[in-house]
């Protein structure tokens, strides 16, 4: 039995955890949480990461193509004054840490909250 419950179901369970470290940053104030998750909570929380913020390629080539050169678009719904920097870094069980990183305007902040920091 975990120590800690779920942070996504609030219930305890069984079997490994994963972790993730979910940031919202404006400047010098941020928004973070330390999430801690079932298996199976942690795969749909990734899958919804995934399709919202761009993953980071540890092993790219360094004078590879940006994704996100040059832009400063909402990852949530794509309007062009996106302030405010969005972060996860995943931590699956046995496996290799995966970043994640996009951008959010004021009008999307309470969703990028609900959906990364599950807030």
């Known amino acids: 039995m975990a120590f800690y419950p779920c942070s996504n179901h609030h219930a305890p369970y069984r079997g490994p955890?994963?972790?993730?470290?979910?940031?919202?940053?404006?400047?010098?104030?941020?928004?973070?949480?330390?999430?801690?998750?079932?298996?199976?909570?942690?795969?749909?929380?990734?899958?919804?990461?995934?399709?919202?913020?761009?993953?980071?390629?540890?092993?790219?080539?360094?004078?590879?193509?940006h994704p996100d050169s040059g832009g400063s678009a909402c990852s949530f719904c794509g309007a062009t004054d996106a302030s405010l920097a969005c972060f996860v870094t995943a931590y699956p069980p046995k496996a290799p840490e995966r970043a994640f990183y996009g951008r959010s305007c004021a009008k999307c902040e309470p969703k990028a909250v609900a959906e990364l920091l599950l807030s």
């Open 17 to 65: 955890s994963a972790a993730a470290y979910p940031a919202i940053v404006d400047g010098s104030s941020s928004n973070r949480r330390h999430l801690r998750m079932c298996q199976p909570c942690f795969s749909d929380y990734l899958d919804s990461v995934a399709s919202k913020l761009t993953e980071v390629d540890f092993d790219a080539k360094e004078n590879a193509d």
